[in-house]
């Protein structure tokens, strides 16, 4: 038989050494080991042959050689654990275990015990130190098999007989055979993946459900074969390419069934021979789906040939390990290849149902899809993760429906529809997925490569339960619809800027907008509507000049829907530390971080020179332009205050901080106060930049920016470096092509119609080939750059700087009055409106609407005859308090942590109460528990998870 393999994007480095698994191809390798044992081609896992161990109660199976422990603190990589695995096929499933030890010179000093309660192909990976009974010491040399107690006699399969390897200690997998392994998943971040025998053993829980829920089945059914009607011509020609492909599926011996995160048990060498030629899980439940999808439509003569192919190709996979119960020695991201695996299933229920495989098929998929989540407390469960909703949800919705009866499917929907609606709550803290701003979670930060992904993932599954009993819950709906509202404003057309593409900043990040018709087609979450007007309209303008989508646009056309216009204003995302402003077609945004929010996420193989990415980046996009990244200097990143590196110096130095991370970078600052502000169309941003002390230069520097119309006006403060060697600069823009002339003037207009002023800093241009190293690999690449930039020279004192420029426009006019700029305090005003970022405290604020502020906070207002509208914001979301002293060492210096370690991130936001004395006498119009006015000028705020809270003021005199 040909087995299966998982193909995965791994985002873990690869181990540098190789372990050659004892495969018992070699006669030879029968010298090493004592007890009834011989070499068998009767079953195998790899190649042709295996150990065969024909046991009699209280028998002994022996292999005697180095078993190369080492503790964990002596290991070559990173937090790695010496781990033992083994595949072993097992006849007949008996209740009961047999026992493995670890001995030197015949003293035993660790051991587990296995479960044999399966039939067919299983693996296991126990770490020596954390899982196994006993404690494993240096130079062991014996491994000893104890044949089962209860049983008289059996036979055993052994092959891929690894006795030590090097694994991250996140990976290895607890199922119904080890249940012992990992303890930690069941909290760790990767839970959702490597938790099933977790899931698989909550108690469920009792529901409710109304008669008409029965009836509601069968339209979700219909909706989801109707979701699977690919139009497929079922031909003869088709049937004969299935079977052919079919063959060599199932009919070749000697393949291994690996995910490509097994490649850890292995090391870089033997995983590659492994692996080469291997089928994915990807392809072979892609493959299952084709003629899940096929037998929907085909005719009499072809149905009975492609239900053979496909419980063939399901019976085949169950017998290697793909069954309830087994964790393959670890299914981190399974969801990712495995998706298709679920809609086959349920397409193929009848045929299942009719080869006596109904239960067997329903107990794999509730295994594999996790769906006990469902029950699990939502103390210890928490909300929806992000990967779950992207790869799995639809599956879990197709498990519920394969159950055998009607009440059964009913009761399933019912627990998935619940834990739907927990999970899909405003999330708090660093919480994912959704935050009531808009904000995406996943790593711990808005991260809207996922949250897409989430999206694309769950759209068609609320679709599918909308309309009835099962349908989402309004307010859950409606956050998913601001998610969507959100990111259709800081995406132009589809694409989103650089600062938010999380470790892959290639330009090429963008929204789907097929979510927009799921959405739309869900109805509004009110009920009220069919088809939800906002997310119809979005839709349509995202898909109105592809033709790729015309069927759907279409659709909504002739339901009276129109295309709408392109956003215009400007929104806050203070979970994202982010800015957005738009007017035209035009979108500009402005990015930071903080001890909250990572600046960057940076692994080995993916954005290596990233480190400014929200050093206050922003960037100026337009719906039809096309970045190409070739030659980008990515010490200029528009926006950014930022030390000049040479390449080798910018490249992060990614590792292994601790056992709740990857080999990944996410440095957070040590700073409250960076967050966005919006106030009838116009906005600002503002941070404290404090750059992490692991590679040295201390850069710090009070960043704002005022955003009014087509106008951006941009000041600095407070920068200071202790970097001697290398020049501090803040980056104006860095626009792909030449110029033939140089800008020399500190008033000009770029390539790109945008028209610029300086007042303050020293100018600095350049524009010809640029030579840079790609982010990914470091292959050096080139192309023509223009930049500007101001510089403030090595180890700046109290630097600083105000520009601004008008967006597509050759208006050199800029009718802003700088009111304040000091190291606490940025102010302008424009025409009747005031905008103030104060960093701290302060008792000098030169504003003409109010004298003083009670700690850090932005404000903007707006005077509008004797009505004086306000926005008020803290954009530290509090959670939590002082200094994390964990965070730092002896000498008081921030050490690098895992954002996925800090016990804070899970806090709610904590409020605060801004206090603003206003000059003159006013009245509050507003009526809001949040906001209090005394004695007609103390005005008081109450101000929660960076939100801009915002009220109206009548002038009394």
């Not at 040399?141 to 399969?157: C, D, E, K, M, V």
């Not at 053993?201 to 029965?214: L, M």
């Not at 393949?255 to 072979?284: F, M, N, R």
């Not at 700046?796 to 800029?814: H, V």
Request: proline share 4%.
């Amino acid at each position: 038989m040909r087995k299966i393999f998982l193909s995965l994007m791994s985002t873990f480095s690869l181990l540098a050494y190789s372990v050659e698994p004892l495969s018992f191809e070699n006669a030879d390798e029968l010298s090493a080991w004592r007890g009834a044992a011989v070499i068998s081609v009767e079953e195998s896992f790899h190649e042709a042959a295996s150990l065969k161990w024909q046991w009699q109660r209280g028998d002994q199976l022996s292999w005697t050689g180095p078993i190369k422990f080492l503790p964990q603190s002596e290991n070559t990589e990173d937090k790695a654990l010496s781990t033992f695995s083994f595949w072993i096929y097992n006849p007949k499933a008996i209740k009961d275990s047999f026992k493995i030890s670890f001995l030197k010179d015949d003293h035993e000093h660790c051991y587990f015990e296995y479960q044999l309660n399966f039939t067919g192909w299983r693996t296991c990976w126990v770490s020596y130190e954390r899982d196994m009974q006993g404690k494993a010491i240096k130079g062991m040399n014996q491994i000893l098999l104890r044949a089962p107690q209860s049983s008289h006699s059996g036979t055993l399969f052994i092959d891929h007989f690894i006795p030590s390897s090097q694994v991250d200690p996140r990976h290895q997998m607890p199922d119904r055979q080890v249940p012992f392994v990992n303890p930690k998943v069941v909290v760790n971040a990767n839970k959702h993946w490597m938790a099933l025998n977790y899931f698989s053993n909550q108690k469920k829980t009792s529901f409710s459900i109304s008669p008409q829920s029965y009836e509601e089945i069968k339209l979700v059914h219909q909706r989801f074969l109707e979701l699977n009607d690919k139009k497929i011509k079922v031909t003869q020609k088709l049937v004969d390419d299935i079977s052919t492909k079919n063959k060599k599926m199932i009919l070749e011996k000697g393949k291994a069934v690996l995910l490509t995160y097994h490649g850890a048990i292995y090391g870089s060498t033997v995983k590659k021979k492994l692996l080469e030629g291997q089928l994915s899980a990807k392809d072979y439940t892609a493959f299952m789906l084709q003629i899940a999808r096929a037998y929907q439509v085909a005719g009499t003569v072809h149905k009975l040939g492609l239900e053979q192919v496909f419980l063939a190709l399901y019976q085949n996979m169950h017998k290697y390990a793909w069954a309830a119960g087994s964790g393959l020695g670890t299914l981190h991201h399974l969801g990712y290849p495995f998706r298709d695996y679920y809609p086959a299933m349920l397409l193929m229920k009848e045929p299942l149902r009719k080869a006596g495989l109904l239960q067997q098929a329903f107990d794999d998929m509730y295994w594999f899809c996790g769906f006990g989540k469902v029950y699990e407390d939502f103390e210890t469960a928490s909300y929806a993760n992000i990967d779950i909703l992207n790869t799995t949800s639809m599956g879990m919705l197709a498990t519920a429906l394969m159950a055998e009866t009607t009440a059964d499917q009913a009761y399933c929907l019912k627990s998935f529809q619940v834990w739907l609606n927990r999970g899909l709550k405003t999330a708090p803290g660093l919480k994912a997925p959704l935050k009531a701003d808009g904000s995406l979670y996943h790593h711990r930060n808005h991260y809207p490569a996922y949250g897409r992904d989430a999206l694309r993932g769950i759209s068609p599954v609320i679709y599918l339960l909308s309309g009835g009993s099962f349908k989402l819950a309004e307010e859950n709906h409606q956050q998913v619809n601001k998610a969507l509202y959100m990111m259709r404003n800081y995406c132009n057309l589809r694409k989103w800027p650089l600062s938010i593409s999380g470790r892959h900043p290639n330009a090429k990040g963008a929204l789907d907008p097929g979510t927009y018709y799921w959405m739309a087609k869900s109805g509004s979450p009110d009920g009220k509507s069919k088809i939800d007007p906002q997310m119809a309209a979005t839709y349509l303008r995202l898909v109105q000049n592809d033709r790729k989508y015309s069927r759907p646009f279409n659709e909504l056309i002739k339901a009276g829907f129109k295309v709408e216009s392109s956003p215009q204003g400007s929104w806050s995302m203070n979970y994202a530390s982010l800015g957005i402003h738009r007017r035209d077609d035009w979108l500009f945004t402005v990015k930071g971080f903080s001890r909250y929010l990572w600046g960057a996420e940076i692994y080995n193989g993916a954005n290596h020179y990233g480190r400014y990415l929200s050093n206050g980046h922003y960037q100026l996009m337009q719906p039809s332009e096309d970045l190409d990244m070739k030659g980008f200097d990515w010490n200029y990143l528009p926006g950014t205050t930022s030390m000049v590196l040479p390449f080798e110096e910018l490249k992060a130095n990614v590792v292994q901080v601790d056992e709740f991370s990857g080999n990944e970078e996410l440095l957070i600052s040590d700073q409250t106060f960076s967050g966005s502000l919006n106030l009838n169309r116009q906005g600002m941003f503002s941070m404290l930049l404090h750059s992490h002390p692991k590679y040295g230069g201390d850069l710090r520097a009070f960043k704002s920016y005022f955003m009014f119309d087509d106008m951006v006006v941009c000041l600095g403060s407070a920068i200071n470096s202790t970097d001697k060697k290398n020049n501090t600069v803040t980056t104006l823009f860095q626009i792909p092509g030449e110029v033939k002339e140089e800008f020399k003037s500190k008033s000009f207009t770029d390539m790109k119609g945008n028209t610029w002023k300086i007042k303050e800093g020293s100018f600095k241009f350049s524009s010809g080939v640029q030579i840079s190293p790609n982010q990914k690999n470091d292959e050096l690449e080139n192309s023509l750059y223009t930049k500007v930039w101001l510089d403030h020279g090595k180890a700046p004192i109290d630097a600083g700087y105000e520009y601004a420029f008008r967006i597509k426009s050759s208006n050199n006019s800029f009718t802003y009055e700088l009111l304040q700029k000091d190291n606490e305090v940025h102010g302008i005003s424009y025409g009747n409106k005031e905008a103030f970022a104060i960093s701290k405290k302060s008792s000098s604020v030169n504003s003409k609407l109010f004298s003083q502020v009670n700690q850090a906070c932005i404000l903007m207002s707006q005077q509008q005859g004797k009505v004086l509208n306000l926005a008020i914001c803290d954009p530290d979301l509090r959670l939590y308090q002082g200094r994390e002293e964990n965070q730092y060492d002896q000498q008081g210096i921030q050490k690098e942590v895992s954002i996925y370690s800090r016990q804070w991130a899970k806090n709610e936001s904590k409020s605060s109460q801004v206090e603003i004395l206003l000059k003159g006498e006013f009245k509050l119009l507003t009526k809001s528990k949040s906001v209090h006015l005394i004695n007609g000028n103390h005005l008081k705020v109450q101000c929660q998870h960076g939100e801009p809270v915002k009220l109206s003021l009548e002038r009394l005199k």
